[in-house]
T-cell receptor, first 112, second 113 residues
């Protein structure tokens, strides 16, 4: 099924563990984004990528690492998870010529 | 980081009523986007606006790009239960501005059947 997918949809982990959230899009969009959504804060940009091997920090990048070796994939890694990283994480993508972003279904992460 | 001022924060209305919400900023934007997020899902684009004064409809939804370019409005006519969700506005200032959207905090809509 074409579009943008995220995995896993739900994840429970413990403080200090490494966690990787996956994002895959089939549209060949050049731009990809990672957001976290928390009550009272709306959507906050963590990292974004303009193309393969080009990434840049967003508003709240601390504690996260991204990579983009292929256009279609944009994994987000929490190197040492903390309770404050409990959140809903959304991946999004868009073409270079337009600002409209298309979102995945989200990953709900609980850090115990 | 910068955010848009979106209001109201929440609304509880009766089915059939019309709904209005807006987003304002102290800065000028070149693009305004309106998204809806259903419970447990990612945001989905409703309407995109690219020109000051533009009025665009999508079914029962109508959105406008303010003529000052500092605000945008979304109206929903004759609300139905499936309109429940969170509505977000997002704006973009144009090329050279890090290609990032600025987001409002959302308007949570509840509809009483």
């Amino acid at each position: 099924d074409a579009g943008i997918t995220q995995s896993p949809r739900y994840k429970i982990t413990e403080t200090g563990r490494q966690v990787t959230l996956m994002c895959h899009q089939t549209w060949s969009h050049s731009y990809m984004f990672w957001y976290r959504q928390d009550l009272g804060h709306g959507l906050r940009l963590i990292y974004y990528s303009a193309a393969a091997d080009i990434t840049d920090k967003g508003e709240v990048p601390d504690g996260y690492v991204v990579s983009r070796s292929k256009t279609e994939n944009f994994p987000l890694t929490l190197e040492s998870a903390t309770r404050s990283q409990t959140s809903v994480y959304f991946c999004a993508s868009r073409v270079s010529a337009q600002e409209t972003q298309y979102f995945g279904p989200g990953t709900r992460l609980l850090v115990l | 980081g910068q955010q848009l001022n979106q209001s109201p924060q929440s609304m509880f209305i009766q089915e059939g009523e019309d709904v209005s919400m807006n987003c304002t900023s102290s800065s000028i934007f070149n693009t305004w986007l309106w998204y809806k997020q259903d419970p447990g899902e990612g945001p989905v684009l409703l309407i995109a606006l690219y020109k000051a004064g533009e009025l665009t409809s999508n079914g029962r939804l109508t959105a406008q790009f303010g003529i000052t370019r500092k605000d945008s409005f979304l109206n929903i006519s004759a609300s139905i239960p499936s309109d429940v969700g969170i509505y977000f506005c997002a704006g973009h200032k144009g090329a050279g501005n890090n290609r990032k959207l600025i987001w409002g905090l959302g308007t949570s809509l509840a509809v009483n059947p």
